[in-house]
């Protein structure tokens, strides 16, 4: 995936929780818990993006 994509979408995701947490009125609890896991799945995504997922997936924790 090209490195344009990966900006592109980036900015547009930061966009729209910048426009999510100033404009739409909930209890900063909810709010916190949103931004965590929309950070969460954008960096799973980027790493998938680069090809560096599968790598992560192969390592094991002992037991």
């Known amino acids: 995936m090209p490195v344009l994509n990966i900006a592109i979408t980036l900015i547009v995701v930061g966009v729209l929780m910048w426009l999510v947490n100033n404009y739409i009125p909930m209890a900063s609890s909810i709010k916190s818990i ?15 993006a ?8 192969q390592y094991r924790l002992p037991r």
């Open 50 to 57: 680069w090809g560096v997922w599968p790598d992560l997936q």
């Open 34 to 48: 949103l931004n965590a896991v929309v950070v969460i799945a954008v960096v799973v995504w980027v790493l998938k």
